[in-house]
């Protein structure tokens, strides 16, 4: 018989089935700690939100550091380990929508990441479609540093982007307020929208921990009405996701509005 890749390869199988790959039903990898089993505790959200914007200029690590420093940071600085032995600088990948792709807005990624540490999926998302509805609807941004600005001290123009992608938020408030989205005036507004996340986000946190959590922004008008017909389940369920339609749907000259030759 020759001996040609595939057949070695199911030679090797078989021989590790038997030894080390026994499949027992189990993982290899186990992780040490239970699943989401980090203690919360609650925060006071105006200590969390000057963390938070300076996490944000701190070596220019930028939203998701901010916000997740703000959060998991500060409860390291009150309760030691084993908040404070955590990797903050990986987060900051998330700066700029992930490595500058402009995809998920990386202060929301942030506090999602942080509420992971403490809730599984079916107690997160509520929380996590809560925050994510507020920041597609808020004018940001709210937080004023004052004195503390590093950026650029006084009013930043504040602007609804209708959507949690920081492509979306971003150049949609460069667009309204006519300013350049690489400009200094720009991150200075990224810097205060990393404080507003934190604040919201820690204030779901503390009505989660003190069991009065209810949410209230699950749908909007666009996912309600559009999702009658494509939402799992209904007669055309071609459609993946919870962010608000109108953005990309919404029928501008710039943006695609097949919806308008609807069936
Ligand atoms: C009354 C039911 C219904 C509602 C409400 C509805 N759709 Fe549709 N939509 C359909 C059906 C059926 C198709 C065809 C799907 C296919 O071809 O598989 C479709 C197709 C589409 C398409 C691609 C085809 C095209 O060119 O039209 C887009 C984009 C779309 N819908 C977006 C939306 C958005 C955005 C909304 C809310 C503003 C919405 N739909 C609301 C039933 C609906
Ligand atoms: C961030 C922008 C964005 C958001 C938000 C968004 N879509 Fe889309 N959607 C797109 C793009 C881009 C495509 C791909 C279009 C294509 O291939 O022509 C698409 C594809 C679709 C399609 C398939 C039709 C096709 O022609 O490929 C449907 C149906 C659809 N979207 C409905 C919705 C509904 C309903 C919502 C809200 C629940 C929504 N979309 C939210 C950007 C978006």
Excluded at 89 to 118: N, P, R, V
Excluded at 149 to 169: D, E, I, M, T
Aim: hydrophobic share 35%; glycine share 12%; proline share 6%.
């Amino acid at each position: 018989m020759t001996c040609n890749r595939r057949t070695f390869l199911g030679a090797m199988g078989g021989a590790m089935i038997g030894s080390v790959l026994a499949p027992t039903g189990a993982l290899a990898f186990q992780q040490e700690s239970k699943p989401f089993s980090w203690t919360p505790h609650t925060l006071d959200p105006k200590a969390c939100a000057p963390v938070a914007y300076d996490g944000y200029w701190y070596n220019g690590y930028g939203c998701c550091y901010g916000v997740f420093y703000g959060i998991v940071g500060m409860l390291g600085e009150k309760y030691g380990a084993p908040y404070s032995q955590f990797p903050f600088t990986m987060m900051e990948m998330g700066k700029s929508g992930i490595s500058d792709w402009g995809t998920i807005c990386g202060a929301l990624l942030g506090a999602a990441s942080a509420y992971a540490l403490f809730w599984g999926r079916k107690e997160r998302d509520p929380m996590v479609t809560e925050l994510y509805r507020w920041y597609e609807t808020t004018a940001f941004p709210l937080f004023d540093p004052g004195g503390a600005a590093q950026g650029v001290k006084g009013a930043v123009p504040p602007h609804a982007g209708g959507s949690v992608l920081c492509h979306v938020s971003v150049s949609s408030w460069a667009h309204a307020t006519g300013n350049d989205a690489n400009s200094k005036m720009r991150q200075e507004r990224c810097s205060r929208i990393t404080a507003d996340v934190c604040v919201k986000a820690v204030e779901i946190m503390n009505a989660k921990i003190g069991g009065t959590f209810a949410p209230v922004l699950a749908a909007t008008k666009a996912t309600e009405y559009c999702g009658s017909c494509h939402d799992k389940g209904k007669e055309s369920p071609i459609v993946k996701g919870r962010m608000d339609c109108t953005p990309c749907h919404g029928g501008s000259v710039h943006v695609q509005d097949k919806s308008k030759n609807h069936p």
